[in-house]
């Protein structure tokens, strides 16, 4: 995890190491109850993604699903 401030803003970064979603699936990754198929044999409801929009939104942020390609 990562975080930087400003006075308008709070950037939260987190890095982790699992299955990742598909580029296709970006989007879809936040509704809920929904799971990318590299997740199938990890248990979960597929709730998280979507509560963190639903904190950030009712807090006037915002949340976003950046993908990085590691070299």
Same mark, same amino acid.
């Given at each position: 995890?990562? @975080?930087?401030?400003?006075?308008?803003?709070?950037?939260?970064?987190?890095?982790?190491?699992?299955?990742?979603?598909?580029?296709?699936?970006?989007?879809?990754?936040?509704?809920?109850?929904?799971?990318?198929?590299?997740?199938?044999?990890?248990?979960?409801?597929?709730?998280?993604?979507?509560?963190? @929009?639903?904190?950030?939104?009712?807090?006037?942020?915002?949340?976003?699903?950046?993908?990085?390609?590691?070299?």
């Amino acid at each position: 995890m990562n @975080r930087t401030s400003a006075p308008d803003r709070f950037v939260l970064k987190v890095t982790d190491q699992g299955p990742g979603i598909l580029a296709a699936d970006i989007d879809r990754g936040f509704e809920r109850f929904w799971r990318g198929q590299g997740s199938r044999h990890i248990p979960g409801w597929g709730l998280g993604l979507w509560a963190c @929009r639903y904190a950030a939104l009712s807090l006037g942020g915002r949340i976003e699903y950046l993908v990085f390609e590691l070299i």
